[in-house]
């Protein structure tokens, strides 16, 4: 069993090799990724804490004791998130079930930390049942099935508003691409000047084939997309940030396919 917890890209041009799919070794049914997404910096800070507990435990966990200390009220927030830590790597059942009902209390402070728990707790519990060695990714905007989800945003060029016909040109060309390469188009919105998606890709295909594709294909009538865009699995970007992002910033480099780390 391994985890990818660092799948992610941010670009402000294209530029995405051709062999991302030879990234990926082995049968796509080896991979699995996590439905629910999850704050990137927080799934490192997990990752983090969960090698300080392998290393202080050498995974002698004592299952019951750290679930009636997980729900006693005098425990501490930081002994929970440890104790969340601990239970996550037990193969039992009634670990699973105590960090499911954990989980569904939606506490204020360790709800994200507790998804991840489930999250990691789930799949040490499939690994046990499988002969597979399965390799499971989680990202800031998770996925389903073997399907990656992203957020990518297309710029019109030289800011100038997009017409009628332009908007339409994109809305086709963005499902049509997605749809081709066997995705999902969940969310679209066309701005005056730029243009949001969130979409569901397969895990064997690169969102530089798609997004290549809608910029091209869109350019054939009018040539009125910048080459310039915004794609990441990290997070789905507010306006205000889509704004900010599109301003020159010369001394500001956003992140390429590089930030891809198997």
């Known amino acids: 069993m391994y985890f990818y917890t660092n799948l992610f890209l941010n670009m402000k041009k294209r530029g995405l090799p051709n062999n991302f799919e030879g990234k990926l070794n082995g049968e796509l049914e080896n991979y699995k990724i996590f439905e629910e997404g999850t704050n990137v910096k927080l799934q490192f800070e997990y990752e983090r804490i969960s090698k300080l507990v392998l290393q202080k435990s050498k995974l002698v966990f004592n299952v019951d004791e750290d679930i009636e200390k997980l729900f006693a009220v005098e425990t501490g927030t930081k002994s929970k998130r440890e104790l969340l830590v601990r239970l996550s790597f037990s193969d039992e059942v009634k670990a699973y079930r105590a960090l499911e009902k954990f989980a569904e209390k939606k506490d204020k402070v360790l709800n994200d930390w507790a998804t991840l728990a ?82 569901l890709v397969p895990l064997n295909i690169s969102p530089d084939k798609v997004l290549k594709a809608v910029i091209e294909n869109s350019n054939l009538f009018g040539n009125f997309l910048d080459e310039k865009i915004i794609a990441t699995n990290t997070k789905k970007y507010s306006l205000e940030e889509i704004i900010d992002l599109a301003k020159p910033k010369p001394k500001r480099k956003l992140g390429s396919i590089d930030d891809f780390d198997f």
């Open 118 to 199: 489930l999250q990691r707790n789930r799949a040490v519990i499939e690994s046990s049942l499988s002969s597979n060695n399965t390799v499971f990714i989680a990202t800031g905007l998770g996925g389903s099935g073997r399907l990656l989800r992203y957020f990518f945003v297309v710029f019109s060029k030289g800011k100038k508003n997009f017409s009628f016909l332009q908007k339409d040109i994109i809305k086709n060309e963005v499902t049509h691409s997605i749809e081709m390469n066997k995705g999902i188009c969940e969310e679209l919105e066309i701005q005056d000047t730029f243009a949001t998606c969130l979409c």
